[in-house]
């Protein structure tokens, strides 16, 4: 992929809308093309949870299929001083969380509904933690409800402990819920 057009196109566009920035950072990770991007006023690029970073987001991407000529949108996620990897990192915590009640009762645990990139995320983190080997995710549900179940690998028992039932991530959104994952 080509980064020197990546970092020039989100460059010009944060211009154009008069978006303050210092810096433009274009890495690789896996299959994803990550764009850091420093600001001294994060918030105005992020915009009220994360709008105005997913219109931004969402332009780029087009702006690069077409320039590049290519078959499929790039998975390109961009980031304004952590912002996303803080969700990211919640997402999986919640998901480390649930997997106590999942090893304990035995039962499947339904995460609240999330935006496919974060399902992704989810999912992969469950695949490649060495300590989550004993869980497997699915996915659930259709569109804007689409969740994660989180659930014992056949063949494995539960730890121990009382049952209990199917039940949300969300118990008390003052405490930090899914509600504002946002891509």
């Not at 944060?14 to 274009?26: A, C, P, S, Y």
């Not at 999912?123 to 259709?142: C, F, K, P, R, W």
Request: proline share 3%.
């Amino acid at each position: 992929m080509n980064k020197k057009l990546i970092e020039s196109t989100v460059s010009e566009i944060l211009k154009r809308l008069n978006l303050d920035f210092t810096k433009v950072v274009i890495s690789e990770e896996d299959d994803i093309i990550r764009v850091d991007i420093e600001s001294k006023d994060p918030s105005r690029i992020i915009g009220w949870h994360g709008e105005t970073l997913n219109a931004v987001q969402h332009i780029v991407k087009a702006i690069i299929r077409t320039q590049e000529k290519l078959d499929r949108a790039p998975f390109i996620v961009m980031d304004v001083d952590g912002y996303r990897r803080a969700q990211e990192e919640k997402v999986c915590k919640i998901a480390e969380q649930k997997a106590d009640f999942v090893r304990r009762t035995g039962n499947r645990v339904a995460l609240a509904p999330m935006s496919p990139y974060f399902r992704r995320i989810v999912h992969l983190h469950v695949a490649n933690d060495a300590n989550m080997q004993d869980l497997m995710t699915e996915s659930a549900g259709e569109g804007d409800y689409r969740q994660i179940v989180l659930r014992l690998k056949d063949g494995v028992e539960k730890s121990g402990g009382e049952g209990g039932e199917l039940q949300p991530v969300i118990e008390d959104k003052e405490d930090g819920g899914l509600d504002n994952l946002d891509i």
